[in-house]
């Protein structure tokens, strides 16, 4: 047993050893338009399938599925939609507190459950009026007609 030998053994112990990635706990939200029951219960069946779900949520009223679990969260969606055949998307909607200003063109949506606007936060093309900084506002609100204060330069 010389050197060489030590070398080869240490090399083929460093192959046989797999680094395996640990997936992390996560909470994935869903918008999947749910008619009655009995696609609410579909969808249920098709999420509760997966390997390393840990629960399931459903409000069929706001059309919203939450799962929890070790899952990834495009391979959540893509069983939603092979086992059910509904559309299904992450859930574009956060509470309105979050965004600076909820009711800025782009993000209030109508279709919006209560207390919810669109996530314009992440998207810097969707409305970047929602996203505006208190000076701007200032500058924009300036020459407003809603605003009594403004300039009326004409």
């Known amino acids: 047993m010389g050197l060489l030998d030590h070398v080869s053994e240490l090399c083929s112990v460093s192959r046989s050893r797999k680094k395996l990635k640990k ?9 999947v338009r749910m008619d009655c029951e009995g696609c609410e219960r579909r969808v249920r069946k098709a999420v509760e399938g997966m390997k390393g779900v840990s629960s399931v949520e459903i409000e069929p ?5 939450t799962v929890i679990g070790f899952v990834d969260p495009k391979k959540v969606i893509k069983r939603v939609e ?8 992450p859930w574009p909607y956060v509470p309105y507190d979050v965004v600076p200003h909820p009711y800025a063109p782009g993000a209030y949506d109508k279709k919006a459950p209560p207390g919810y606007v669109r996530n314009v936060v992440d ?8 996203r505006a900084s208190s000076t701007e506002v200032k ?10 204060n403004s300039c009326t330069i004409m």
């Not at 092979?82 to 998307?89: D, I, L, S, V």
């Not at 998207?123 to 929602?130: E, M, R, S, V």
């Open 23 to 31: 997936k992390q706990l996560q909470t994935v939200e869903l918008k």
């Open 82 to 89: 092979w086992k059910t055949g509904k559309k299904a998307e």
């Open 139 to 148: 500058y924009t609100t300036a020459f407003s007609d809603d605003n009594p």
């Open 61 to 65: 009223k706001q059309k919203k599925v």
């Open 123 to 130: 998207d810097p093309d969707a409305a970047p009026l929602a």
